[in-house]
């Protein structure tokens, strides 16, 4: 063989082919279902991320609305490390004590009774389909298989997830879904009237504002009707609050500045500061239904997840950090409102705590570039729409910073 020359000819032909990949790594090998920004993070710090040249970004997206504890957060960096060096899994062949508080602490915050843990957002909307129907089954109503859901929704991506999400062009690809899901205009209450009573429900599920349709929120009295309709003709509310909850817009559920107690909410996103988690909350005689057999998943209530989502709950309940996305939301708020009276563009401002958007009388993506060219990070959706995600622990002086850059790049 002939030897092997240059700067790679220490490192071995197997090391060395890796080094040059490295280098050059080729075509990209990953699925191309996501339109990514050729933009690298490399670190960041509560809500700043530094990428390779070392600019600095105010993070107001917080990874789709997941690290609501910030970056690199000490107190949730030290309970994972030290979580991960006792154990990560064990599986749910085991009791599991961690997971069990974790439990506990959730579904009292919820004011609900039991929990299905998995890892997403989607995966929890896949359980509470699945619960509801069980529920149903065991009562004898075998007739009510069908599901009622929202136009505009948004629930996830898995064939359940995506059989009650309302966008055709995500749906149509992917036909047949789960056959009998109905979907109704939101906010309207004869819509929804018409359609509970043909009795052939399981569930109606919806999300109390509508994220991924352009933060869109229902009214409380929508809420509380959409409540009272659904249990005055026994079909289960299923409150989707992947988005909204976990404290986002200032109370750990969104549906509970409404008073409205739903049969199941689904949680996911922030619960564990950015390790996957997903959680399906019910009321004990719903979540019953869910007998040894009936549903399952392999990294579920994952040790580390539950750490993480134990940490999180803390910071929010007993170092209070609720009460300051309360009044960080109410600041950034504001200031939308006072943008808006500057910049005609901006034609509403929606939301609720650290849920916001603006809406433009023209499209968001360029301002949204702007604002990217400028360092804050943000999100253009359904056409003229900016949405902001802070996280939690977002500071007063970010949040004016965040408004001078908007202003600039409107
Ligand atoms: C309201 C809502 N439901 C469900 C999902 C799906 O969550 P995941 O992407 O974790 O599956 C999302 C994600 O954006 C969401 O906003």
């Known amino acids: 063989m002939k030897e092997q020359k240059g700067k790679n000819a220490d490192l071995g032909p197997k090391m060395a082919r890796r080094r040059v990949h490295e280098r050059n790594p080729g ?20 809500a700043r991320l530094y990428d390779e040249e070392g600019k600095a970004y105010l993070d107001f997206l917080s990874g789709l609305g997941v690290t609501a504890l910030g970056h690199a957060h000490p107190g949730l960096t030290e309970a994972l490390r030290d979580q991960a060096g006792k154990l990560l899994h064990v599986s749910n062949l085991y009791d599991e004590p961690l997971q069990a508080r974790c439990a506990a602490r959730l579904t009292e915050a919820c004011g609900l009774d039991l929990v299905f843990f998995s890892n997403s957002g989607a995966e929890a909307n896949e359980c509470a389909l699945k619960m509801a129907r069980r529920y149903q089954h065991n009562r004898g109503e075998t007739g009510r ?3 009622l859901a929202l136009e505009r929704s948004f629930h996830g991506r898995t064939m359940g997830a995506l059989s009650v999400t ?10 047949p879904l789960i056959p009998d899901v109905q979907f109704v205009p939101p906010d309207d209450v004869h819509a929804l009237e018409g359609a509970l009573a043909t009795e ?10 509508q994220g991924e349709s352009g933060v869109h929120p229902l009214s409380k009295s929508y809420l509380e ?22 404290g986002r817009t200032g109370s750990f559920l969104s549906c509970q500045q409404a008073g409205v107690q739903p049969d199941i909410v689904t949680l996911a996103k922030p619960l564990a500061g950015g390790v996957p988690i997903g959680a399906t909350v019910a009321r004990r005689e719903v979540g019953e239904s869910l007998q040894p057999g009936d549903h399952g998943s392999t990294f579920g209530g994952n040790l580390l997840a539950c750490r993480g989502a134990l940490f999180f709950l ?9 009460v300051r996305v ?16 500057k910049h005609k563009t901006i034609r509403d401002v929606r939301g609720q705590g650290l849920m916001l ?22 999100n253009s959706l359904a056409e003229t729409a900016l949405r902001f995600l802070p996280p939690f622990i977002v500071q007063d002086e970010e949040i004016d910073e965040a408004l001078d850059l908007l202003d600039q790049s409107l």
């Open 166 to 175: 309302a966008n055709e062009a995500y749906r149509a690809p992917f036909a």
């Open 326 to 341: 309360r009044k960080a939301g109410e600041r950034f708020e504001k200031g939308l409102r006072d943008l808006a009276k």
């Open 145 to 147: 298989r069908a599901f």
């Open 314 to 322: 803390e910071e929010l309940f007993d170092r209070g950090l609720l």
């Open 225 to 246: 009707t959409a409540l009272n309709l659904s249990h005055g003709t026994g079909t289960l509310l299923v409150i989707d609050e992947i988005q909204t909850g976990g």
């Open 357 to 378: 958007a603006i809406d433009l009388d023209q499209p968001s993506a360029p301002v949204n570039e702007r604002l990217l060219q400028s360092g804050l990070l943000a």
């Open 27 to 46: 075509p990209d090998a990953r699925v191309p279902s996501y339109r990514r920004l050729p933009l690298r993070f490399t670190h960041g710090e509560g």
């Open 200 to 209: 052939a429900f399981a569930a109606l599920i919806l999300e109390p504002i």
